[in-house]
């Protein structure tokens, strides 16, 4: 019968692909993750936790606890909105960082990569402006690149973004929304000072435009005070995103939003038709890990392991590379950001570090418009020190290849 079908038309799949598909590209991270998996490789590359800090254990306990008390009800279908008790603990978790939130406010997602996907479906129309940092998050341009969005941008500095440059932008620019990182930023690894979040929230108000906030690191802060958050300063006009992927594990997939109760009631919309809710089960699982306290003590722990291998990154850069070369001190999170000499390709000096058996992420990715091509970012959080250290003398050895190789 099949082979009476042999020489039948069949699609011709290029050509029914929707135009939106156009507009999506690979990740540079997920395509390096390949080449990186070789054990011989030393890799800065992925925006990865220690996975020998995993409460593993606990997460055994939680799961046996989880299917013994409450089996049928955690492998059955749940709300879009979330499972109420751990939406109950996230609201009274960041009220205690100045976040006006009640559980109406929060929606559960599977990660908060999911929420940048639902902001995309639900605000952003062809040839809507967006306004971010110069470097952004990938992930956040990938997330919206399918939505068709015309972005602009403002640079940061070691206070992130700069702020004295915004209003002019928005004024000519008239931008739906402002996406920012505003504790130790993926790329840059900045923390946006106290005022610039003042005068952000103003600005954003005067011009109409809204604030997403993305937040997944915040909780890891190595020294310094911490900064209330951009959302408590205007709770009516900003999306605040956060996650449990930096500081419980990114395999269970598991993050949050915070929104006026009106915009989550349209962000659920969006959710039940991509996937009814997140699951179930990993919701409970999370909760009763929360519940428990491990959360607060692993976070403790994550920073102070998280803080020695960025202690230990900067040490070895201020040894093993040349001059002429800058880069961010971050007070937490896991990343820090290189700026080389204009005449310095990230690309090509990506390729002569991969010779070395070292990998990172050249800082083009990062930029909307594909410029930034003398800088790349570096994770301090995957390694040991001794191994961060053998990393860093690589690449500062194909740094100094590179650099002499001028003209």
């Not at 009640?102 to 908060?112: D, Y």
């Not at 004024?171 to 504790?183: G, M, S």
């Amino acid at each position: 019968m099949s082979s009476s079908l042999t020489g039948k038309w069949t699609t011709n799949w290029d050509e029914v692909y929707s135009s939106r598909m156009g507009k999506m590209t690979s990740s540079i991270i997920r395509d390096l993750l390949k080449v990186t998996l070789q054990p011989e490789v030393i890799s800065f590359a992925g925006g990865l936790p220690a996975p020998e800090l995993f409460p593993v254990r606990e997460f055994r306990e939680a799961c046996a606890y989880v299917l013994e008390h409450d089996g049928q009800r955690a492998l059955q279908y749940g709300p879009t909105e979330g499972f109420p008790p751990l939406k109950e603990y996230l609201a009274e978790k960041v009220r205690k960082y100045g976040v006006p939130a009640e559980p109406e406010n929060i929606l559960l997602t599977c990660g908060s990569q999911q929420a940048l996907d639902l902001i995309g479906k639900v605000f952003i129309d062809p040839g809507d402006t967006i306004l971010t940092e110069a470097p952004t998050y990938l992930g956040a341009l990938q997330a919206w690149n399918a939505y068709a969005p015309r972005y602009v941008t403002v640079p940061l500095d070691q206070d992130g973004m700069r702020v004295d440059l915004l209003e002019d932008i928005l004024k000519k620019e008239k931008p739906k929304f402002i996406y920012v990182l505003p504790n130790f930023h993926n790329p840059a690894g900045t923390t946006l000072a106290r005022e610039r979040r003042h005068k952000l929230v103003e600005l954003a108000a005067k011009y109409g435009a809204f604030i997403v906030e993305d937040d997944p690191y915040g909780e890891l802060r190595f020294e310094g005070e911490d900064i209330e958050p951009i959302i408590s300063l205007h709770k009516e006009n900003v999306i605040y995103l956060s996650t449990f992927s930096k500081t419980l594990a990114p395999g269970i997939r598991l993050g949050w939003m915070i929104a006026p109760e009106r915009v989550i009631k349209k962000l659920v919309l969006a959710k039940q038709g991509a996937d009814l809710h997140t699951s179930t089960f990993v919701q409970y699982v999370a909760n009763d890990i929360c519940q428990r306290g491990i959360l607060k003590s692993h976070v403790k722990k994550i920073r102070k392991v998280y803080k020695e291998r960025r202690d230990c990154m900067l040490e070895a850069m201020e040894e093993y590379f040349p001059e002429g070369l800058t880069w961010t001190r971050p007070q937490g999170g896991l990343f820090l950001f290189v700026w080389m000499p204009e005449y310095i390709d990230s690309e090509k000096l990506m390729h002569k570090a991969l010779e070395e058996k070292v990998a990172f992420v050249p800082g083009y990715a990062f930029y909307p418009d594909g410029s930034g091509r003398n800088t790349f970012r570096l994770n301090f959080s995957c390694m040991g020190p001794d191994r961060i250290r053998e990393g860093i003398r690589r690449l500062g050895n194909a740094l100094k290849k590179e650099m002499s190789g001028k003209g």
